[in-house]
């Protein structure tokens, strides 16, 4: 089973602040996915392949990294970011989550 | 718009079953493989099955494989997700999920507790 790992767990930042959250991968993978979940919500899917954003995501972010190191970077937050975000793989069963990164306003 | 709108969750006892069903509309069902995540009470989310497009075949993370059967009914639009012999890391948020590029469309979660 391939194990992800997010960090970090919690992070606060204050709007227009740069925001980078790392997802490395126990083994090495072809790509990462990105979902984001408010509270009360279900999650939300938000980059796939990587790299490119779901529909509706405003292009602040952006998601890069290949084999065994991943990231998702918010380049000035934005109040509205502030959820939590987590990654996952589709490298063979059984596809797996990290852990969640909690981002909250500064 | 594209709709998932799970049921069928509650409060069970240890050993004893669940169904949960997800309905769906808003795009052609039997076009897309199909999947369940959960999501245990304030902490990650977790895949637990998948079934293929025309339900030929089927997926499960090893703690439910034996226990626990997905399936579908094109015809209806419908997944569903059999639990049986329910154990005490069962409860969860389940959530019904379509496979597009990745997971791309969930519905809005169905609770399950397990307790004696």
């Known amino acids: 089973e391939i194990v992800l790992s997010q960090s970090p767990t919690t992070i606060t930042a204050s709007p227009g602040e740069k925001v980078t959250i790392t997802c490395r991968a126990s083994s090495s993978i072809s790509y990462i996915y990105w979902y984001q979940q408010k509270p009360g919500a279900s999650p939300t899917p938000w980059i796939y392949?990587?790299?490119k954003l779901a529909s509706g995501v405003p292009n602040r972010f952006s998601g890069s990294g290949s084999g065994t190191s991943y990231s998702l970077t918010i380049n000035t937050m934005e109040t509205e970011d502030a959820a939590t975000y987590y990654c996952q793989h589709w490298s063979g069963t059984p596809w797996t989550f990290g852990g969640g990164t909690k981002l909250g306003l500064k | 718009e594209v709709q998932l709108v799970e049921s069928g969750g509650g409060f069970v006892q240890p050993g004893r079953s669940l169904k949960l069903s997800c309905a769906t509309s808003?795009?052609?069902?039997?076009?897309?493989?199909m999947a369940w995540v959960r999501q245990i009470p304030k902490k990650g989310l977790e895949w637990v099955a998948t079934i293929s497009f025309d339900g030929s075949g089927t997926y499960y993370r090893d703690s439910v494989k034996g226990r626990f059967t997905i399936s579908r009914d094109n015809a209806k639009s419908t997944l569903y997700l059999q639990m049986d012999s329910l154990r005490s890391e069962d409860p969860a948020t389940y959530y019904c999920?379509?496979?597009?590029?990745?997971?791309?469309?969930w519905g809005q979660g169905v609770m399950v507790t397990v307790s004696s």
């Open positions: 808003g795009f052609t069902f039997s076009d897309y493989a």
């Open positions: 392949d990587t790299s």
């Open positions: 999920t379509r496979l597009g590029a990745g997971f791309d469309y």
